[in-house]
């Protein structure tokens, strides 16, 4: 008998949103941590820091091809299972970054990746069922506010708990056995009749193991809202999640505390930007204007965290770049208002894939780059400047982007609803 069966739907589905916070809470400090361990890692891998940037950048790899996997085993086998094989699957990455070698390495960090792709369909899919759809941006900004507030402490929290002596290995271990009592949370918590209700024999002829992809990545702005939400995303992912603790270090000559207090900050604002922005667009019934305000902000802080650095502290800029960029979120909204709802688990996995498949992209991108401009001579300023060149330049084409999209807001044309599917 598990606990499931004696609280009401409405709690049970309240708690198991709760649940599926925490793991995306624990996804984002898997994440981010690395970041602030670089050289460490680098050492212990035996490869250079360039080396163990691409490595690190290696989980967005298995974490936007495992995501169609996610959302294809939630729409069809439920959320218990699949949350379930997402955390044994991130335990057993984090315990990978126990070993001494590149390979493990590699292995570990694409484990890792592919475990915490589960975490945000899974956390979409139960909101779906909960709540209702006029309040669905606002409750994915809180459950995004939660992963933030991971990333904030797998940088900040974690970049001191390794200064006050932490060991590595320690950190990976603890991780590892706190994720699997995750697993036992969702095993306790969730029902196995919480799974989707069988198709009837005419559904299963039209809507096979596959077919839910067929239906989201046929649509051209599924597509259009991942390749935005990546672009927008890259600046966070790439830059503050991977290399502004380094870039800090070497270009703007902080120390080490102070780099990682100032890359912190972006989880930091997101905690407040996610919801925010999630609650305005709920609020104004619209998503694109929401989204489009958003990135323009975003370009604006950037130009002045790249371009004019001196104009404000390093820790007010990269807040206000968490802040903006929480407007990202709402290509989530969109991929899934643009979509049937029998797909609505598939739908939040194809957008992570798309999202996260353009931002893995366009990071390899940005290692190409990072090796031209160390080769080229000038001072550690311009060297800055030159890497900040390459986020603005993300945004712009993202700003430009976002005037294809078609609005899916509950509010449009003046009244509540969805798009037909």
């Known amino acids: 008998m598990t606990l499931a069966r004696h609280l009401s739907p409405a709690r049970l589905l309240l708690l198991a949103w709760l649940l599926g916070a925490v793991f995306y809470f624990l996804d984002y400090v898997v994440r981010t941590s690395p970041?602030?361990?670089?050289?460490?890692?680098?050492?212990?891998?035996?490869?250079?820091?360039?080396?163990?940037?691409?490595?690190?950048?290696?989980?967005?790899?298995?974490?936007?091809?495992?995501?169609?996997?996610?959302?294809?085993?939630?729409?069809?086998?439920?959320?218990?299972?699949?949350?379930?094989?997402?955390?044994?699957?991130?335990?057993?990455?984090?315990?990978?970054?126990?070993?001494?070698s590149q390979t493990g390495g590699y292995v570990g960090r694409l484990l890792q990746g592919a475990g915490c792709a589960f975490a945000w369909p899974g956390c979409v899919f139960i909101a779906t069922q909960g709540f209702s759809p006029h309040r669905l941006a606002t409750i994915l900004g809180i459950t995004q506010a939660s992963g933030n507030l991971g990333g904030y402490l797998g940088q900040y929290g974690i970049g001191h708990a390794l200064a006050a002596g932490l060991g590595i290995t320690q950190y990976w271990g603890t991780l590892a056995v706190l994720i699997l009592l995750l697993a036992g949370g969702f095993l306790l918590l969730l029902r196995p009749q919480q799974q989707p209700t069988p198709h009837t024999a005419a559904a299963t002829d039209t809507l096979t193991l596959l077919q839910p992809f067929r239906i989201i990545l046929s649509n051209r702005q599924s597509w259009l809202a991942g390749v935005i939400g990546g672009l927008m995303t890259v600046p966070t992912s790439v830059f503050a999640m991977t290399w502004a603790v380094d870039l800090f270090q070497s270009d703007r000559q902080f120390s080490y505390a102070d780099a990682v207090l100032v890359s912190s900050m972006v989880s930091l604002g997101w905690i407040a930007g996610s919801p925010l922005f999630g609650l305005w667009s709920d609020r104004l019934g619209q998503r694109k204007p929401v989204l489009c305000t958003g990135a323009v902000l975003m370009l604006l802080v950037m130009m002045q965290l790249f371009l004019f650095p001196d104009l404000l502290p390093g820790e007010i800029s990269m807040l206000l770049l968490g802040v903006v960029s929480g407007a990202e979120l709402l290509v989530v909204s969109i991929s899934k208002e643009v979509n049937p709802d029998r797909v609505k688990g598939s739908?939040?996995?194809?957008?992570?894939?798309?999202?996260?498949?353009?931002?893995?992209?366009?990071?390899?991108?940005?290692?190409?780059?990072?090796?031209?401009?160390?080769?080229?001579?000038?001072?550690?300023?311009?060297?800055?400047?030159?890497?900040?060149?390459?986020?603005?330049?993300?945004?712009?084409?993202?700003?430009?982007?976002?005037?294809?999209?078609?609005?899916?807001?509950p509010g449009r044309m003046g009244k509540p609803g969805r798009p037909a599917a």
């Open 35 to 100: 970041a602030v361990m670089l050289h460490p890692l680098a050492t212990q891998f035996g490869i250079t820091p360039l080396q163990a940037g691409s490595l690190l950048g290696s989980y967005f790899i298995t974490y936007s091809l495992c995501s169609l996997v996610a959302g294809l085993s939630i729409d069809h086998l439920g959320p218990r299972p699949s949350l379930v094989a997402g955390c044994v699957i991130l335990a057993l990455g984090c315990l990978c970054f126990l070993a001494s």
């Open 347 to 409: 739908a939040a996995g194809c957008a992570n894939f798309l999202v996260f498949g353009c931002a893995t992209l366009v990071g390899m991108l940005y290692n190409l780059f990072l090796a031209y401009s160390n080769s080229r001579p000038g001072t550690l300023l311009q060297h800055f400047q030159q890497s900040g060149l390459f986020f603005i330049g993300c945004t712009v084409l993202a700003i430009l982007l976002i005037l294809g999209l078609q609005e899916t807001g």
